[in-house]
Each structure stands twice: as C-alpha cells, then as structure tokens.
C-alpha cells in the first residue's frame, strides 16, 4: 500500500495562476482533510470531506475549492494564487468514526 | 472551540538525555489527544495517542504521554533520546463527538545534539 499520495511534490505558481493539488489514498478510508503548515502555525485545517459526495470548510477555506472526485480522490484548487498561499499543504485521510489520520508527504507551494 | 497550546517552540538536548515536550489543550468538552511527529521533509506520523482508560500512554520509538485531566496537560516524555529523535513534534485535540476533525499546536522542535 502506497497509503496518501501527493502530487506535485514541489510548485512554483505566479500570482493570479491557478493550479489542483492531487491527494489519493489506497486505505479505502471514507474522510479525507487538506490541511496548510505555515511556520509557527503549525497545522490548519483548509477543507475536509467525511465521506464520498460531502465536503465542508475548515478553518481557513478562502481562496481555496475542493473536489471529492470518488472515494480515492480529493483535490485542493487554487483559482487565483497569491503570495499567502505560500505553504506547506498536506493532505490526509481517517476511517470514518476512526480518529487517527493518515498524512502524505506534503505539497510545497511558492508564489511569487 | 478547542485549542492546544505547545508553549516551548524549540527544545535543544544532548544524545541520552531525558525530554518532555509540553501540551496544554483547551475544551469545554472531552476530547482524543495525539502526538505527531514530522521528520525533515516528510509528513505527519502518529506517535501516540489518547482515547479513554489508562492516562498513561506508550507509543512508537519508546515515547510516552500522560493525560492529565485537571491541568488539561498531555507531556511527552521519554527517558533518552537518540539523535534520529530530531524532529518536529505537534500535539493535537479532536472532540469525542467529531473524532475526525484535529486541532493542531504550533510545533515544538526538538533538536538532539552529542
């Protein structure tokens, strides 16, 4: 099992461009979360999907759409970057009821 | 709302030295507790976590936490660190009702040098 996968691993944007950050998981887990690291901020939840067909906003959606294309597939969409969006974005996903989340290896995001 | 607070943002020790990292976590309701670890460019790994019974909890790599329900405290301990110890460590609360939805401190960075 290759757990929560990410893609692009690495992405330099320009202010105004938009891109999809991928995250896909293979432990047929129902809930799957995007998350954003900034130095000392630790963690914050940007949007979370409990199930396939749901998603809800977190703690700091603006700027930020979310697509839970099957039960495998949740992506983060940036319409127009900006240089806020500068981050560490992590993407995860738990057993629905269950409370560990599982994290992949992160997206890091420059914009310029 | 929950909070966790992890007041020590960085935390220097010598090889085979004891460490606690500290956690405080606020809630009006009871909640699940978690330490993760972030290895340099990796993501979030569980290290240990608490749902209920014994307040005292052992998880991965010999790292241990006790859940103190009056001081609101959930400490990491462990008795001797090891150089591969070098990390960032998160302490972390969900509600027992929304057991999915984390809350995360800001990161304590322990940094283990001979």
């Known amino acids: 099992n290759a757990g929560v996968t990410q893609t692009p691993k690495f992405q330099v944007l320009k202010t105004g461009q938009s891109m999809t950050l991928q995250c896909a998981q293979d432990?047929?887990?129902?809930?799957m979360y995007w998350y954003r690291q900034d130095p000392g901020m630790g963690l914050r939840l940007i949007y979370y999907s409990a199930s396939e067909g749901t998603t809800d906003k977190g703690e700091v959606p603006n700027g930020y759409n979310v697509s839970r294309l099957n039960k495998r597939e949740f992506s983060l969409r940036l319409e127009s970057a900006a240089p806020s969006q500068t981050s560490v974005y992590f993407c995860a996903s738990s057993e629905q009821g269950k409370e560990t989340q599982y994290f992949g290896p992160g997206t890091r995001l420059l914009v310029l | 709302a929950q909070s966790v607070t992890q007041l020590d943002s960085q935390v220097p020790v010598f090889e085979e030295a004891p460490v606690e990292l500290r956690c405080n976590y606020s809630?009006?309701?009871?909640?699940?507790l978690f330490w993760y670890v972030q290895y340099p460019n990796q993501g979030l790994q569980l290290l240990l976590k608490y749902l209920s019974g014994s307040t005292l909890v052992k998880g991965i790599n010999g790292f241990e936490a006790e859940f103190n329900k009056s001081q609101t405290s959930f400490h990491l301990r462990k008795p001797s660190v090891h150089i591969s110890d070098t990390a960032e460590y998160f302490c972390?609360?969900?509600?027992?009702?929304?057991?999915?939805?984390?809350?995360f401190g800001t990161g304590t960075r322990l940094q283990v040098t001979l």
């Open positions: 432990m047929n887990h129902n809930s």
């Open positions: 972390a609360v969900s509600h027992t009702g929304t057991a999915s939805k984390l809350t």
């Open positions: 809630s009006s309701v009871s909640v699940y």
